[in-house]
């Protein structure tokens, strides 16, 4: 009886160390408190590819992705940019005659990085620049709003009828 009792009273400090635990609705057991990095952890980070090689740069971001996965690294996604046409023109020595003209592509691949512990990012730069191959850019930016809305293509005809419908007056609200 008496081991009941003191086993009775462990569990009731348990039972009191476990509902401080609750804030609103939410249960936040204590094991969590031990699972947290020790080390700073940076957000999301954006790695940005860019090349004019298309198959080049495909190439590294598919490598860069399984050595970012290999060093237990969060890779949360990966996404390709529409590419930027560049039209560059040569003169003729001397006048303003078009010698020649080329159409060059950039193209760029994002990925991003989630919880990346302070201290493997420095490695992670130095195995980047490394690694980088001839032609390809790289830079390193925490994620922002605009990188998301770059990932997509504007459908012209889609905002040229919500233009119309805005000049007809707008939607209609009929319940």
């Known amino acids: ?16 160390n476990e509902t401080r635990r609750f804030s609103g609705t939410l249960y936040e057991p ?24 298309y198959p080049i740069l495909e190439n590294y971001q598919k490598q860069l992705h399984n050595l970012l996965k290999n060093m237990e690294i969060d890779v949360e996604e990966t996404w390709p940019l529409p590419p930027q046409h560049i039209q560059v023109s040569t ?7 078009v010698q020649s003209q080329y159409l060059l592509k950039t193209f760029e691949r994002i990925i991003q990085i989630t919880d990346v512990p302070s201290i493997k990012l420095p490695v992670i730069i130095r195995v980047i620049e490394a ?25 012209s005809e889609l905002t040229a009828l919500k233009h119309e419908l805005e000049e007809l007056g707008g939607p209609s609200k009929k319940r």
């Open 1 to 16: 009886m008496k081991a009941f009792r003191i086993l009775s009273k462990s569990v009731v400090k348990i039972i009191q």
């Open 30 to 53: 204590s094991y969590l408190d031990e699972i947290k990095s020790k080390t700073p952890l940076y957000d999301t980070l954006n790695i940005i590819l860019s090349g004019y090689d």
């Open 91 to 97: 003169y003729k020595p001397k006048s303003e005659l």
């Open 131 to 155: 690694g980088l191959p001839a032609g390809v850019s790289v830079n390193i930016r925490p994620h922002e709003e605009s990188d998301e809305n770059n990932r997509y293509i504007p459908d």
